[in-house]
């Protein structure tokens, strides 16, 4: 009787629980007794995924407040390590959480485990170098956008574009109706959603700006409704309290507000103001068209007007290499730059910019789960 095959793996947050989960579904699909551990979410564990430790440990912490988590975060590092050197996987896949995974795919490499790293850090946007420190780590990159693939070929680190498993979930052409009718808005209604994104910090800077750009669209357009999803219930409260601030304009404008129904609440409208992230992404997949706007700290900023060395800072420019959405930084973020910019969306046809959109829709629909799961399989027996 053969030994099963044994695969080591680390989602360090909810997004990369999401993401590894149709991942290991095929995985165990294709290898039933196969042994899948290290650290995931409750999606991973649905799949057949065994975390030795509890995800949160990892994405309490984000990752980003190292220093003062570091003792925490070293202790999970070190146990984990312990466990695979007394059961080594045949493979081991760090999900997304460069940070941490980077670090134990190197230790992993170095005793001989073939490594993995699933999500390229933006070499391609900053800090360029970093790729080095990539190829020491792992064995292969899978990646989710095609414009990655030039910078890996560049320094000779192997690399395989999965496509995005956000593409395979939402319709090429995605049911307004239906999304209308769970959210309870009028099928004849004019809408736009409005996403000031999923961070605390994020929802008080730009929302304040976002109702003010409500408020002078309304003023010329007091048909349009307003819908502003929150991401859970600590930005459902922020958001609720910060429009009581605005001398209660949930009472005085057509807004509503939900929790949790982001991608409902973008098929649902017409045109979308959000912050600038992944959320544009998945706006480009609901094929509507969009403004995103992001506000950094003035230092951050300068930071980063130095070292970024992208064209474009939203994903579908970044896709189309072009400007095919507004993006807005800084002193553009202002209501009657952003209100004249929507209306005008509303008021055109965006017909060649929906088609655009399909088009990068198809190219990152690529089946990634079974991509992703067929890339680890074969540099499992490579």
């Not at 680390?10 to 995985?27: F, Q, T, Y």
């Not at 939900?258 to 992230?277: E, H, K, N, P, Y």
């Not at 060649?352 to 079974?370: P, Q």
């Amino acid at each position: 009787m053969s030994t099963p095959i044994r695969i080591g793996m680390v989602a360090g947050e909810p997004s990369g629980d999401v993401l590894a989960a149709g991942m290991v579904a095929e995985l165990k699909r294709q290898y039933p007794d196969a042994v899948i551990e290290g650290i995931g979410g409750p999606n991973m564990i649905n799949a057949g995924f065994h975390s030795l430790f509890d995800m949160e440990t990892l994405s309490v912490m984000g990752l980003v407040e190292v220093l003062s988590h570091l003792p925490a975060i070293l202790k999970v590092k070190k146990q984990l390590l312990a466990h695979f050197e007394q059961n080594p996987p045949d493979i081991f896949v760090g999900i997304d959480a460069p940070d941490f995974n980077l670090r134990v795919e190197k230790a992993l490499k170095a005793r001989g485990i073939k490594t993995m790293h699933y999500v390229s850090p933006t070499v391609w946007a900053w800090r360029e170098k970093r790729i080095h420190k990539i190829a020491k780590a792992t064995n292969r990159v899978l990646g989710l956008f095609p414009f990655e693939q030039q910078v890996y070929d560049k320094y000779h680190v192997p690399y395989t574009f999965v496509g995005h498993t956000m593409a395979d979930a939402i319709a090429i052409e995605p049911d307004q109706n239906a999304a209308r009718q769970e959210l309870g808005v009028d099928s004849n209604a004019s809408v736009l959603a409005v996403l000031p994104g999923s961070r605390r910090g994020e929802v008080e800077t730009l929302l304040p700006v976002f109702l003010e750009t409500v408020e002078a669209i309304h003023a010329k357009r007091s048909d349009i409704q307003f819908l502003i999803p929150a991401a859970n219930e600590h930005r459902l409260a922020q958001i609720k309290a910060l429009l009581l601030e605005a001398n209660n304009a949930e009472e005085r404008l057509p807004i509503q507000v939900t929790q949790g129904t982001s991608r409902d609440a973008m098929i649902a409208s017409d045109v979308i103001l959000l912050a600038s992230g992944t959320a544009t992404l998945e706006a480009m997949l609901c094929k509507r068209p969009m403004v995103a706007a992001y506000l950094l700290a003035p230092l951050t900023y300068k930071i980063m007007q130095r070292l970024y060395k992208a064209p474009f800072f939203t994903l579908p420019n970044l896709l189309a290499n072009e400007a095919i959405i507004p993006e807005l930084l800084q002193e553009e973020v202002n209501a009657e730059n952003m209100s004249n910019q929507l209306l005008n969306f509303f008021e055109s046809d965006n017909s060649a910019l929906i088609s655009r959109f399909t088009d990068l829709h198809h190219t990152l629909k690529c089946n990634a789960d079974k991509t992703a799961a067929k890339a680890v399989v074969e540099e499992l027996f490579a």
